[in-house]
T-cell receptor, first 113, second 115 residues
Framework: KAGVTQTPRYLIKTRGQQVTLSCSPI?????VSWYQQTPGQGLQFLFEYFSETQRNKGNFPGRFSGRQFSNSRSEMNVSTLELGDSALYLC????????????FGPGTRLTVL | DQQVKQNSPSLSVQEGRISILNCDYTNSMFDYFLWYKKYPAEGPTFLIS?????DKNEDGRFTVFLNKSAKHLSLHIVPSQPGDSAVYFC??????????????FGTGTRLTIIP
């Protein structure tokens, strides 16, 4: 069974630009969650999508948005990039139940210059 | 406000000995806890979980203990092997809202196994 895939793996952008990251979940998984990992803050929850609907949201500004398609693939968009957005962005997929294991992709390393 | 805390940023253990990683939480709504392991340039890998109705869960060399009154959990690895060297994250969630997928993570503990 193929794992969670994320594209691109690395990205360099400049301040003010916008970026779109993609996540393909494990086949059969309907939930996709996004996390930001930074050295100081650890992994922080961004949002979760289930069956194309945002079901849960963390404490991030509106510049961070996402969506999920009918095939469960998800995209995350960050507009008006700031230096502090430099981080590893991880997505995780699961079947969607409260205790179903979340399986993580390798992440997208975003650097904002 | 860090609701899940891993107070030891790093830990070194001799190969073959027991590794004990600790985690504290403050949110009494948390009722499901997980440990993930992360190698560089990879996403976190699920290790083991425990529900608040239990105080211990075992899977091979890995055992997680939960002390609800102290809001403390620990991961024991016995015996420790060089391949266990990684960053370990503790995570917690509340299952009271069905389908709540939000995991709250600690900041991680870097475990180094010394051959």
């Amino acid at each position: 069974k193929a794992g969670v895939t994320q594209t691109p793996r690395y990205l360099i952008k400049t301040r003010g630009q916008q970026v779109t990251l993609s996540c393909s979940p494990i086949s059969g998984h309907r939930s996709v969650s996004w996390y930001q990992q930074t050295p100081g803050q650890g992994l922080q929850f961004l949002f979760e999508y289930f069956s194309e609907t945002q079901r849960n949201k963390g404490n991030f500004p509106g510049r961070f948005s996402g969506r999920q398609f009918s095939n469960s693939r998800s995209e995350m968009n960050v507009s008006t990039l700031e230096l502090g957005d430099s981080a590893l962005y991880l997505c995780a997929s699961s079947r969607g139940g409260a205790t179903d294991t979340q399986y993580f992709g390798p992440g997208t390393r975003l650097t904002v210059l | 406000d860090q609701q899940v805390k891993q107070n030891s940023p790093s830990l070194s253990v001799q190969e073959g000995r027991i590794s004990i990683l600790n985690c504290d939480y403050t949110n009494s709504m948390f009722d499901y806890f997980l440990w993930y392991k992360k190698y560089p340039a990879e996403g976190p890998t699920f290790l083991i979980s425990i529900s608040s109705i239990k105080d211990k869960n075992e899977d091979g060399r890995f055992t997680v203990f939960l002390n609800k009154s102290a809001k403390h959990l620990s991961l024991h690895i016995v015996p420790s092997q060089p391949g266990d060297s990684a960053v370990y994250f503790c995570a917690a969630t509340s299952t009271s809202n069905f389908g709540n997928e939000k995991l709250t993570f600690g900041t991680g503990t870097r475990l180094t196994i010394i051959p």
